[in-house]
């Protein structure tokens, strides 16, 4: 006769969780990883505040109002009518001025200031934020085993994020009127990247490792290889939505789900299209982007299939959590371009900026679930 049991059952029974019965765990090395895990998590939504910031930036045009890059001294902003000038002045020289808002006086021109210094001033104070408590002896003697090399890395990585923000803004300072969108690509990929290598460090600590380790054996690997197929095909649709941004490719097509009159914008199905179009031209950008969104919709609900086959009951939680996510970023992506004027729908660009950050986040927690499933006690085996 058939019957369901749970495995570990009669462990799960008596322990709160699988894993106080299979080692027994260090409980200050417990609390330790715990505690850098939630300041992990808080970083994160630091960082989130950085997306939104970053965002405003960008939409309002502010990215090039700062055309000096010191460290030091742009902690302050210009305080009195001289300073003031001075700044506006070396903005009045760029190409954004002279071709783009030379009707701009210096009352429009503190408006735009105000966005990029404090985009800049918070990248200093989340820079400082990490590398501060290194020069603490108390706090590095808390740090979890393993765990500098992971924090050192974070710090490279933001000191590069603010140096790839330099060179980005740089682009836009001398022929063009904007930045690059491959430099704003770059940037906004390594937003991402920072963003995800937080998350997974403070979901790793909030488990023993001994018992991540463990839990690792129980990987379902063909669910793994499609949940990493999709997490590229996500991280490849948010560089083209950057280059959608930096190439303001909304300002061409602003219908949906038609491109002018027909499905595939004329660019597209245009006889002279070469290859570098395809990361070139703002109009065949955006078409990819739209489109590849209704791919990730449909590979979305094919890996729901085989998350509800799944043994593990979280994975399928997270996997909800992102399905939700990925629906609103579509729709939200659908409503710009209904909005039908560029300039109006500034904040739901923001919106979705911020969001493509969220759907990241969400499917690097169903990533990491998949990876390391929890909830042993939960599988039913079929015993006879
Ligand atoms: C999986 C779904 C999607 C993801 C992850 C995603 C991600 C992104 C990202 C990261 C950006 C750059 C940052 C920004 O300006 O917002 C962007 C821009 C953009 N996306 Fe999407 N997107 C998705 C779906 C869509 C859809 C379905 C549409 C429209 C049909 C769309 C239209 C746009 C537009 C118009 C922009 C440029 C906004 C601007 O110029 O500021 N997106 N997207």
Redesign the pocket.
Known sequence: MSQNRLIFQDVADTCENASQAVSPGNFHEDITRRRFAYACFIFSALLLLMVVIG?IT??TDSGLSITQWEVIRGIIPPLNHSEWQEAFGRYQIIPEFTQQNSWMTLADFKKIYIWEWLHRLYGRFLGLLVIMPLFIPRIRKLVPVGYMRHWVTIIILITCQGAIGWWMVSSGLAERVDVSPYRLAVH?SLA?VIMSYVLVCGMRLMQPEWLIQHRARNRNMSLVRLSISLAMV?FM??????????G????IYLE??MMGDTFFPYEAISSYVGYMDIISDPAII?FI??T???L??VLSIMLWWKVRRSAYNTIATYYKYFLLC?LA??????G??EIGD?HR?IAL?????????V??ASYVRFLFEVYYSQGISEVRVTAT
């Open positions: 965002g960008r939409v906004l991402f996500l649709q948010n560089i083209l939505g950057a280059l959608v941004a930096g303001e490719a909304a300002k949906w789900p955006q982007h739209r590849l969104a209704y990730i919709i990925v970023q579509v729709m939200i992506g659908i710009i371009l560029y729908s660009r923001v919106i979705h900026q911020t969001v493509s950050f759907v990241f």
